[in-house]
């Protein structure tokens, strides 16, 4: 891949990764407010990180909710419409999974309703490792 490509890739990529963040869901502000600056198990996290991938030789990315390097450990949060489309939810974990990244879920009624065993999970996905 030519390197303007690349560029013009990032570029969508951080551009959408922006408009996400402006438009967080509330389930999405409350696992930030818990995740950032190391709040939790000293784990840094970002929030609607870009994850670039290959499909048949054209790099293309996903934006994942919320990112840990140090882990390899994507959150992702699901709103309603992650109902219809279980499929591409799927799909999009196995080709995470396929870069060595492991992938949990939650869903939003999760987040806000059950936060204290959301992150009891997150945290034994990490004591995991």
């Not at 389930?27 to 840094?44: S, T, Y």
């Not at 990180?49 to 949060?77: Q, R, W």
């Not at 591409?88 to 879920?105: E, F, P």
């Amino acid at each position: 891949m030519s390197l303007n490509v690349k560029n013009k890739l990032s570029q969508v990529a951080k551009e959408l990764a922006r408009e996400l963040r402006r438009n967080s869901t509330p389930a999405e502000k409350i696992m930030w407010g818990v995740l950032r600056n190391r709040k939790f198990c000293d784990k840094k996290f970002y929030r609607q990180y870009p994850i670039y991938f290959d499909n048949l030789g054209n790099e293309t990315f996903f934006i994942a909710d919320f990112y840990s390097f140090e882990e390899k450990l994507v959150i992702e949060i699901d709103g309603g419409y992650h109902k219809r489309q279980m499929d591409y939810d799927q799909l999009r974990t196995d080709i995470i999974n396929s870069l060595g990244i492991k992938v949990i879920r939650f869903t939003n009624e999760q987040v806000t309703n059950e936060l204290k065993n959301v992150l009891e999970i997150i945290k034994q996905n990490i004591e995991a490792k």
